[in-house]
């Protein structure tokens, strides 16, 4: 005589909602990929806002070449690289207003003499830095783009020069 003894089933109540453990796990989780995902995407706009101003300076040295063979000159006057002259002063901003550019030491052409047999060949260079109280004024990695008329790309601070211009 093999009596099992089974214990009455008592039905179980379904809660309609989370328990307060679920829900904290829930929380730190949404927090650490918060943590991870907003630094991230920071570096992205950085070096998004980076492009623009660098893709302005390659833009802006195409506009002086064009000019300097009509002119056999370069210029730091805007509007005489086609833009609007009564809008833009020397030092404008680009696309979407977090660079300012301006051209800096246009250097004309000097003949050769005696003392300089060779002449000097006219150059300029073109600066990229970020908008004062501007979002990209925090970017310390890439501060600032220069290009010149040699090509040169440069950088500041010059640790990164090299890497700036490659991402």
Known sequence: MNKSFQMPRVPRKHGA?????????????????????????????????????????????????????????????PSNLGYNGATVPPAFNVGNGFYQISVLNVIPATAPTALIPGGIPASYSITAVPVPGGLQVADTTCTSFTLTSGGVQSATPAANSTSCWQQ
Do not use: C, H
């Open 17 to 77: 909602g989370f328990s307060l453990v679920e829900l904290l796990v829930t929380m730190v989780i949404a927090s650490i990929l918060f943590a991870i995902a907003v630094p991230s995407y920071q570096s992205y706009l950085r070096q998004s806002r980076r492009t623009e101003a660098k893709s302005a300076l390659l833009d802006l040295a195409s506009l002086e070449e064009r000019y300097f063979s009509i002119n056999n000159a370069y210029t730091s006057v």
